[in-house]
């Protein structure tokens, strides 16, 4: 699938797709498809979901646009009448029971294995079982851009539904359609910012003997008054002394 045309598609453009896939497989005698006979396929009543009723101008604008982006090519055969051909096959190399399920993807939406196994088998006859539906749509889940997302199962059901992944934006926006799984992408790790160096404020520079006098953190020192110095002297000399009555010692005595 390394060949994908541009996607997405609206409803018109994968009701054309789905259509040309089945004609080719069903009635290989009648395709290429001209422009009558896919209005025609497109508004048929039977194997559709939603049954439509496209204009001309609807199915040729959606031609168009799917002409531009490699989903479909023109084919003259030297008449007068302009026939279409769809790309899928050669374009993502998918071999028939692969684009038989895309196919009723694009024509019914989403389905259950056992329901794609009963309604693509007359595109595919290789699609025997639900098991081999089963094995057709995780082949078509795989990869980088897959083709069919599973949708869960709805209440009371017994299998998963598994549907194409080629709604527009709006549509998946709006609840309709549903997106292709993206891979998941580690988020950069958060940078821390860069702290900020921070610098001491300088000291003040001593300007007179009342600045000279002050503590940076504590204010002004006082000095010790001349009475409390007598006192701790005195206390001290006591300690002194009887630490030599203790010991046994006698220390000259200060001039």
């Known amino acids: 699938m390394t060949n994908l045309p541009e996607r997405p598609l609206d409803r018109t453009e994968r009701r054309i797709v789905g259509v040309l896939i089945e004609k080719e497989l069903t009635t290989p005698n009648q395709y290429p498809l001209s422009l009558n006979g896919l209005i025609t396929g497109c508004n048929q009543k ?8 496209f204009e001309q101008f ?16 023109s084919v003259s055969d030297g008449g007068r009448v302009t026939k279409w051909r769809h790309r899928v096959s050669e374009l993502m190399q998918l071999d028939r029971p692969t684009i038989a399920v895309l196919a009723e993807l694009l024509l019914r939406g989403a389905q259950q294995p056992g329901e794609l196994r009963t309604r ?17 749509l995780d082949a078509m889940m795989s990869g980088p851009e897959p083709l069919v997302v599973c949708r869960g199962r ?8 598994y549907d194409h992944t080629l709604w527009t934006e709006t549509e998946i926006a709006l609840g309709d359609g549903v997106a292709a799984p993206r891979m998941a992408v580690a988020a950069p790790e958060p940078v821390a910012a860069p702290t900020p160096s921070v610098s001491a404020p300088p000291a003040p520079t001593p300007t007179s003997p009342k600045l000279a006098s002050q503590h940076p953190s504590h204010g002004p020192v006082r000095p010790a008054a001349s009475g409390d110095l007598a006192q701790q002297v005195q206390r001290l000399e006591h300690r002194v002394h009887e630490l030599e009555r203790r010991l046994g010692m006698h220390l000259p005595e200060s001039d």
Do not use: H, I
Request: aromatic share 4%; net charge positive; proline share 4%.
């Open 46 to 53: 039977n194997n559709r979901d939603p049954v439509v009723s």
């Open 58 to 73: 609807e199915v040729e604008g959606a031609l168009r646009a799917l002409f531009v982006r490699k989903w479909v090519a």
């Open 120 to 136: 693509a088998s007359r595109m595919a006859p290789a699609l025997a079982t639900a098991d081999d539906a089963k094995q057709v």
């Open 154 to 161: 709805d209440k009371g059901a017994r299998a998963d539904r």
